[in-house]
């Protein structure tokens, strides 16, 4: 399968672990990229490869992999981290690439 | 500091061509550690993937839409540019260009546009 499936909705309380997952066949064998949208803005790149951060990124965002799944995780979510969040990586081609459908978080 | 711009027609008539272009500042679509690609977000709804071209005119294209795109770069304007054809009202999106940076185990869009919003309406 060439399809990322992410959950539609999380929630988070302010200050609390959320945990955003994102699966598919093609995680195992490549390494997801998440990005964050806030409305009316572009995505921006906030997590790569297999734990990395861009720079200005804050350091409560890590991510992983097992498997075909792969994780983002906001460790101390505060509020102005609600956005929605896509996950990415090539497709089972290896040349090809494929969105994830996006998770919307709600930081409470 | 990098900077990526679209550019184009906000407003393309159904069956026309669609077509954008994106000027790279502050460094080089000639540069080989870079693709340069497209993606859009129709209202309201996710991220597609369009194609990539990289600086010797070798390009990929979403499956999905591969019969319509052409995905071109022109080193001597610093820019790169999306025609999609046989446009309908379903290709109307807000469309990025993006910088893809990485290896062969893990890529990514480290750089965006700011989107253009492409409307297909009569």
């Known amino acids: 399968s060439s399809e990322l499936t992410q959950d539609p909705a999380v929630s988070v309380a302010l200050g609390q672990t959320v945990r955003i997952t994102c699966q598919g066949d093609s995680l195992r064998n490549s390494y997801a990229s998440w990005y964050q949208q806030k409305p009316g803005q572009a995505p921006v790149l906030v997590i790569y490869?297999?734990?990395n951060r861009p720079s200005g990124i804050p350091d409560r965002f890590s991510g992983s992999r097992s498997g075909n799944t792969a994780t983002l995780t906001i460790t101390g979510a505060q509020a102005e981290d609600e956005a929605d969040y896509f996950c990415n990586s090539r497709d089972s081609s290896g040349i090809l690439y494929v969105f994830g459908s996006g998770t919307k978080v709600t930081v409470l | 500091q990098v900077q990526l711009q679209e550019s184009g027609p906000g407003l393309v008539k159904p069956s026309e061509t669609l077509s954008l272009t994106c000027t790279v500042s502050?460094?080089?679509?000639?540069?080989?550690?870079?693709?340069w690609g497209w993606i859009r977000q129709p209202p309201g709804r996710g991220l597609e993937w369009i194609g990539y071209v990289f600086h010797s005119g070798s390009a990929n294209y979403n499956p999905s839409l591969k019969s319509r795109v052409t995905i071109s770069v022109d080193a001597s304007k610093n820019q790169f540019s999306l025609k999609l054809s046989s446009v309908t009202a379903a290709d109307t999106a807000v469309y990025y260009c993006?910088?893809?940076?990485?290896?062969?185990?893990?890529?990514?869009?480290?750089?965006w546009g700011r989107g253009t919003l492409v409307t297909v309406s009569s």
């Open positions: 502050g460094g080089s679509v000639s540069s080989g550690s870079y693709y």
């Open positions: 490869g297999k734990n």
């Open positions: 993006a910088r893809d940076y990485g290896d062969y185990l893990s890529r990514y869009f480290d750089l």
